[in-house]
T-cell receptor, first 114, second 114 residues
């Protein structure tokens, strides 16, 4: 089976700092990884994804890094803003699941202080 | 707006009540999902529908009964729930079941069972 974990349940940063949120997974056959952002009162919102044939992928102010050797991925947010305050989930798929089911981590609460 | 709309946003029901949650997607997707989000727990997949056919039931108690009358609408019928069923229920959709990882979520229904 798949288990997904997060190293830190909460992260507090100052506005303008860079944020790094980490996630570990257990199934070495996992081949697709997503980061979601969930603001209070809203459903999860897709941020960025990466497939197992890549080590790094960049979006707007966000970068996802994948280390398949140690089964670890991270989300880096550059110049963090108060609007980035939310819960961030990693999700993992693949490894033989038939319907592309996602296994979600518990989430990291990111708080950005002005 | 993600294109996935859930109603109601909040619901309080007694253990003997019967209620239904509604989800509608305007994205032309063929697969729809119900997830349960409890406090301090990862998102749990409940049901998967593909082209109006249920293709996955993750050992969900029979007091939860899904219905998918067409590819745009998904319901979750609730009957004789327990207080521990109180949670945020999220609907999601994706292009098809095999691309279920690229899911778009609704804002959820906050359910409280008293």
């Amino acid at each position: 089976g798949e288990s997904v974990g997060l190293h830190l349940p909460t992260l507090s940063v100052q506005e303008g700092d860079n944020s790094i949120i980490n996630c570990a997974y257990s199934n070495s056959a996992s081949d697709y990884f997503i980061w979601y952002k969930q603001e209070s009162g809203k459903g999860p919102q897709f941020i960025i994804d990466i497939r197992s044939n890549m080590d790094k992928r960049q979006g707007q102010r966000v970068t996802v890094l994948l280390n398949k050797t140690v089964k670890h991925l991270s989300l880096q947010i550059a110049a963090t803003q108060p609007g980035d305050s939310a819960v961030y989930f990693c999700a993992v798929a693949g490894g033989g699941t038939s319907y592309g089911k996602l296994t979600f981590g518990q989430g990291t609460i990111l708080t950005v202080h002005p | 707006e993600t294109g996935v709309t859930q109603t109601p946003r909040h619901l309080v029901m007694g253990m003997t009540n019967k209620k239904s949650l509604k989800c509608e997607q305007h994205l032309g997707h063929n697969a729809m999902y119900w997830y349960k989000q409890s406090a301090k727990k990862p998102l749990e997949l409940m049901f998967v529908y593909s082209l109006e056919e249920r293709v996955e039931n993750n050992s969900v108690p029979s007091r939860f009964s899904p219905e998918c009358p067409n590819s745009s609408h998904l319901f979750l019928h609730l009957h004789t729930l327990q207080p521990e069923d109180s949670a945020l229920y999220l609907c999601a959709s994706s292009q098809d079941k095999n691309r279920g990882t690229e899911a778009f979520f609704g804002q959820g229904t906050r359910l409280t069972v008293v």
